[in-house]
């Protein structure tokens, strides 16, 4: 889910993919790539946030960033 918040910033909250047994890391790799491409075309946006829960989530987006 997304939270837009004021002042260029964005709130993306990570829901636990493995219930649909959806690998991480290609979730990962979607969100991040996905979030690349729109600020490539918008730069009203100043800050995304990641709001992972899980350790092994942080290593994987800290990875891709």
Not at 20 to 41: G, H, S
């Amino acid at each position: 889910s997304m939270i837009k918040g004021s002042k260029g910033i964005i709130v993306l909250s990570k829901k636990n993919k493995g219930v649909f047994r959806f690998p991480q890391q290609r979730a990962a790799e979607i969100a991040t790539n996905t979030v690349k491409q729109y600020l490539d075309k918008d730069s009203r946006i100043k800050k995304v946030i990641f709001n992972v829960f899980k350790d092994e989530d942080l290593k994987i987006y800290n990875g891709l960033l």
